[in-house]
């Protein structure tokens, strides 16, 4: 119960709702308990009709329809209540998933991208969900059941050993045995449910990665070979579901059995001594049995209660590990930082943590506002990182990294990152339209700011060729675009943005270099004073820069301007003597 003690600040924050369902419980109980008492009664009086003791036939049948009308009333309002009562836990519990869940989702936004290199999506989604779900079971039913038992327990066992205490004694024997039973049946079919869960993930995750890559399957005709492996995870599934099958279809019957020898129980000892005159009225025999039966339910509930809360415990470990998880990047500063883009890396060498790749080494440059750099170099040799660590997406050693002459560390993260527009190398658009994708950049934007963002990306006239425009979406029921098409779109969210710093990632790699040299003459217009870093594997890119600087294995090993770079023997030169030579065959 240590992890789920997270779970209080909940039970506090809900604390009246929760007394009423506590109270509405025992007033929905003790009308429970009119029931049988009525039944027993009219049986009584009904046998005592038929001894003799009673004669006036008109008494009984008044009686009679008074006990039905008692019986009836409770009922009626005994269900009323019971209603109620899962109107207030239940209600509570989803109130509780939903806090939690936000509360989950918010953590995780703050974790930096170490935390999700380090974790599986699969398993971020699984504790916010599945996890969450089975901790709501233990504040939502395990609670109202172990209340509603409690109650029941008090209520019924008091009255029942103040009518016939032997006869009790006899009938709630058996009740612990199905208590326990039912706790193991529970364990064993928690333990089976997750492994059919485990199974079903396995085939969810291999049904989804055929359907996204089904272009490649087609591609290689391997279809046969994709159906076999789906029909073994399938095969694997349906065993461990009849397994599952097998242990839940035992919880009625033992349930069943078990209520059969208390009924039994209190038929045989209340007949004797009922017999032998040591219990007064014949209908208390009846009314135990209906108390038998009605305690039996909440009985087999502890078993079931136990496992669910222990199944609650185990993810609410798993929640809390992750909640504990510092964000790795911290916000230092509460003082607004306004940002003008005088970036400054100063013999920085950075190592990732998780891997130890030294993706740079001891690299220097400066770049001020109104100015462009232009990053060139090899695969891997440390280009995106440089963009990364500008926008603190990881963080350097202290004063190595400089912004505006402060150490990056020192300013506003949220002003740092207002004041980027990054453009990754993976152009990720969302299942939206092509205009909330491009306004992602700037909440607010007018259609007109949208369209101006798309043409200075050079992307509107193929919005324009949808038949939906700019309302097109996009996404798995949309349509696709082009991987040319996608960069632009994600150009345009970083120019509606208007920030001081734009950063972009080899995003021009899959657009033609007509376009490529229009999208860059209306990107020297628009970034006039603001602080442009380009990375790119492209010359045509480069080659307007200011500066213009190319890494190899994370170090830099020429710099300059276009003009001096291709004047002098070097990576530069012989990059662009390949590609002018592709251009011209
Ligand atoms: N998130 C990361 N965690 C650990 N290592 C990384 C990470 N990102 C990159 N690396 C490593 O750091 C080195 C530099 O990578 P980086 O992505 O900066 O290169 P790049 O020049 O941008 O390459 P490309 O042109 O292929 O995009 C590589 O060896 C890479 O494997």
Redesign the pocket.
Same mark, same amino acid.
């Given at each position: 119960m240590k992890e789920l003690g997270y779970l209080n600040k909940y039970f506090v924050k809900y604390k009246w709702r929760l007394l009423l369902g506590v109270i509405i419980t025992i007033i929905a109980t003790v009308f429970k308990l009119v029931v049988p008492m009525k039944v027993g009664d009219s049986i009584t009086e009904v046998k005592q009709y038929l001894n003799g003791t009673i004669t006036d036939l008109e008494a009984v049948k008044h009686s009679l329809l008074i006990n039905i009308l008692l019986l009836l009333g409770a009922a009626l309002l005994s269900g009323l209540f019971t209603f109620m009562m899962r109107q207030t836990f239940i209600v509570v519990s989803r109130y509780v998933e939903y806090d939690l869940k936000n509360e989950v989702f918010k953590h995780y936004e703050k974790l930096s &991208?170490g935390f999700y290199?380090q974790n599986r999506t699969g398993d971020l989604m699984n504790r916010i969900s599945e996890d969450v779900s089975k901790v709501r079971m233990y504040v939502g039913p395990a609670l109202m059941y172990s209340i509603t038992t409690v109650t029941l327990f008090i209520v019924v066992v008091t009255y029942m050993f103040y009518k016939a205490p032997i006869l009790t004694l006899y009938a709630i024997a058996p009740l612990p045995i199905l208590s326990i039973a039912i706790y193991k049946l529970s364990v064993l079919i928690n333990h089976r449910t997750t492994i059919v869960q485990q199974y079903l993930s396995k085939l969810t995750t291999f049904t989804q990665e055929s359907f996204s890559g089904i272009a490649v399957i087609k591609a290689y005709g391997i279809e046969p070979r994709t159906n076999e492996n789906f029909e073994d995870l399938a095969e694997g599934s349906k065993n461990k579901n009849i397994d599952l099958a097998k242990v839940q279809a035992l919880f009625f019957p033992l349930m069943m059995l078990l209520i059969g020898v208390s009924n039994i129980l209190v038929i045989y000892i209340g007949g004797t001594r009922y017999i032998n005159g040591q219990i007064a009225e014949f209908g208390t025999i009846v009314e135990f049995l209906i108390y038998v039966n009605m305690l039996t339910w909440p009985v087999a509930v502890v078993g079931w209660v136990t496992s669910m809360v222990q199944q609650a415990e185990a993810s609410q470990k798993r929640i809390n590990e992750f909640l504990s998880v510092e964000p790795a990047i911290q916000n230092l500063t509460e003082e607004r930082t306004p940002i003008c883009g005088n970036i400054e890396f100063n013999n920085l060498t950075f190592t990732?943590p $998780? #891997?130890g790749?030294t993706?740079l080494n001891n690299v220097s440059f400066s770049v001020k506002p109104g100015e462009t750099l232009a990053i060139v @170099?090899n #695969? @891997? =040799?440390?280009? =995106? #990182?440089i963009l990364e660590l500008i926008g603190r997406l990881y963080d350097v050693g202290d004063g190595m990294l400089k912004i505006d002459g402060n150490s990056i560390k020192n300013l506003n993260l949220n002003d740092l990152r207002d004041s980027m527009g990054y453009v990754p190398?993976d152009a990720f658009l969302f299942s939206d339209s092509i205009k909330n994708n491009i306004r992602f950049g700037k909440e607010n934007a007018s259609d007109d700011e949208v369209r101006e963002a798309a043409k200075n990306a050079a992307v509107h006239t193929n919005i324009e060729g949808f038949s939906k425009g700019y309302d097109t979406v996009l996404g798995e029921r949309g349509i696709t675009l082009s991987g040319g098409q996608k960069q632009r779109v994600s150009i345009a969210r970083a120019i509606i943005k208007n920030p001081q710093i734009l950063l972009f990632d $080899?995003c021009l790699s899959a657009v033609d270099t007509e376009t490529e040299e229009e999208i860059l003459q209306n990107l020297q217009k628009i970034s006039a004073n603001k602080t442009t870093i380009i990375?790119s594997?492209r010359i045509s890119s480069a080659k307007n820069a200011d500066k213009i600087i190319v &890494?190899e294995d @994370?170090k830099i090993i020429q710099q300059g301007t276009h003009a001096a770079l291709v004047a002098k023997e070097g990576y530069y030169k012989e990059l662009y003597a390949k590609q002018l030579l592709e251009k011209e065959i």
């Open positions: &991208l290199k990732y $998780d #891997t790749i993706a @170099g #695969t @891997g =040799s440390g280009k =995106s #990182t190398q $080899d990375v594997h &890494l @994370g």
